[in-house]
């Protein structure tokens, strides 16, 4: 089943072209007949003369960033996206979210609809849509908000994973807490589910894991494609009974998203070392999961700097009640988890310490919780690679900071004019800010 | 791609704008080495076949560069400046239905401009403007120049303005407006400035403040810095930011080393809405992300480096220098402090071989010693565009949303009363059809409330604002 994937606004297509990229030099790798089939089914489609097309439908206000990507993709050789799968007009959205939800985003409603249409019915069968896009800007996060209700009204049986990039807690666009809280709360009540990706983590484990020195977009970029291939290039699921799951979309929102007020997703993937380093290195499958568990409950984003300190309570047979008091405090709780495991051995790996009830909510039982997914076949040349995908506190953090900082400047009415302006009242604002606050005091009481 | 179109007003705003134009055609002619007409060019100028009977436009993206001309009105009210750049080398970029000219001036009256030549020809300024808005696909942005102390850039420029705004509601307008410095040799230009700057107020979209006095002390730098003998610091040729070398126009006149350091000023603005890059930033965005309340959209502007030295290895130390050196009042176009005094928003336009990790180390490292205002701690804008201005191989433009602009208000409200106290030379304006005294104080009380409002800002710089109670939800 395949994946159309829809790239909004600079962000979308620049991180959608790399992820393209990162998925079809996997598929491309050694003799896995079968993996390579499945992937390449999955997110391109063949012509007639053997040339790969993705299937992806690119979007933006302004024409550069995909003239861009477009050129990019076909130097590569391997692939390119169709010649009439983007559609641009000649001036962005100006950051503002309210000019691309409430402007940009209806007058080009049936030709966004029609390119996605003919996407759709280049696929046998269609696994489920996702979106790429940031929060901060105006195009991705107006523009592409506006296009996943569209999506929704349109299909309404299909599965649609968001995933969103947020942007440097420093900043790069003023407003970006603004663009960030009506995207998030709009996204909320269409989405299937939020997959998230941190300008600021990513850009650490660039840093820190890769070691590179001057660390460009393309790098950021780059990181992100790798974290995102790893969840959905081809696996075998619990339900796909022995071949690669025809339903990725489908698992992963089931396996993670059972409640309507918690859609969150985050993730983190390792090994991530220098491309130069990955020959010298040796993973045992204990090692990298014995990591893994401890970056989730410590809430590390990344391989470096995990806090050993926190630790799981023991359960003891009286009951959840002591188990959610002994929780200290820096302890991540989760609802669901969801863990990827590709490479060599992958069979004889242990992942018990994924299923103690300590680490979840007391009202899913651990096995409804924890779900894994298999394959034997290596990933973008990692020997092994573990990902873990988790509705989990670990993005309270962010959201809690990033609607601090939206209401702090709402509370002035600084840059409001520039809303109003275009259709998006001071009601629609504390619209936004009420139900994302919903969305944090949920989290926060998740034990 | 967006067009943007200029209109240049009076003798400052055409001889700044001839200057713009040389620049451009050097910056464009250094990247697009084939000679192909494309978007880039496009956004400043029109591609024309002058052997085709109708004139004729030929705007085809991806076409040969037959004859370039720009988009552009140049105004002014007496014939000297406009015809000597009919005559000069940039005469080919203009045509005839690009300008409008009269013969007597504005005798240095903001009132002569506004009301008398703003009134006669109302109707062909905007014939002008139509036409060439008419060539335009997708017009962005009206980028008009001005100076603030005289009659015809003062008074005229802004009815233009005005009339920008009823003709062109949808389109942005940023104002370049040249203010007098305070020994400025037009007595009446305290009383211009401020008639002028309520227009301002009221109708431009962003404006940038560029004083004479700065131009003329960051001019006197470079030259000290290129005289200076030290060995390692000869300045690399035609790198300063002043210098016009390579342009069409020949010899160098008298404030044109000034002059140039705005047309690299709006070569930088829109730079990153020409050319890729991998983080872009439009024109549309500076007012969104600039200005959080209507009136207060005076941006003040730095652009460095001034220039490079001429040894080829920039080590990293060199760039964060460049983004120091953004922030030092000696880089500010305009004189103002704005270390000292409360940011309420900043961008910082960077172009050249800089990496998104390079900005976000200087925005840490200089974060701590800058003042922002309570509710935009994180207020940065940024962008980085790939394409590197002519002889550098990296630059930085910040426009900063600072209450220092706050003293160079008052001192300019300070030169106004003197005069109004007295009602010196106040009956040439009186006498001008349509003018009357609530002008005047009209005018006054615009400026008051708007240094009102920065008042305001700063007052909460000292006080430590607590965060705004959130909404509680009930569980």
Redesign the interface.
Known sequence: MSIVTVQLGQCGNQVGQELFDVICNDAHEGQRRLYNESSNERFFHETAHGDLVARAVLIDMEPKVINHSMAKAAKSGRWRYGEKSSFSQKQGSGNNWANGYCVHGPRHREAVEDLVRREVECCDRLAGIMTMMSVAGGTGSGVGTYVTQCLRDVYPNSFILNHLTWPYDTGEVIVQNYNSVLTLSHLYQLSDAILVHENDTVHRICGQLLNIKHISFSDVNRVIAHQLGSILQPALTGDSHGVYSRNPLGELVSSLTCHPEYKLLSMCTIPQMASSSIAYSVFSWPGLLKHLRQMLISNTKMEEGIDWQVRAPPVHSGGTERTRSLRGPGFNTSLANLLILRGKDVYSAETGGFQDPALYTSWLSSEEAFNMWKSPVPFNKYEKSATLVSNSQALLKPLDNMVGKAWNMFASRAYIHQYTKFGISEEDFLDSFTSLEQVISSYTQLC | ??QSIVVQVGQCGNQVGCRFWDLALREHASVNKKGVYD?ALGSFFRNVDSRKSNGGACDIIGGRIQHLKARAVLVDMEEGVVNEILQGPLREVFDSTQLLTDVSGSGNNWAVGHMTYGSAYREQIVDRVRRAAEHC??L?CFFLIHSMGGGTGSGLGTRVLSLLEEEFPEVCRLVTSVYPSAEDDVITSPYNSVLAMRELTEHADCVLPVENQSLVDIVNKIKQASRGGKPGSVIKRDSAVISGQGGLAGAEKPFDAMNNIVANLLLSITSSARF?G???M?L??I????????RLHYLVPSLTPLYTLADVNIPTRRLDQMFSDAFSKDHQLIRADPKHSLY??CALMVRGNV????L?RN??RL?PSLPFV?????????S?CSVPPVGHSHSLLALANNTCLKPTFMDLRGRFTRLYRKKAHLHHYLHVEGMDQSCFSEALTSLTSLIEEYNQLDATKARLTP??P????A?
Request: include cysteine; glycine fraction near 2%; charge should be negative.
């Open positions: 791609m967006t978007e696909d997708c962005q890729e991998s983080l872009n439009d549309n965005e007012a969104m992300n600039l200005v959080p309340f209507p309420l928003a990496q998104v990790s390079d976000r925005i840490e974060r309570s509710w935009n701690q994180e207020g940065w804008k940024t980085l965060d705004a959130r909404l509680s939800i569980t």
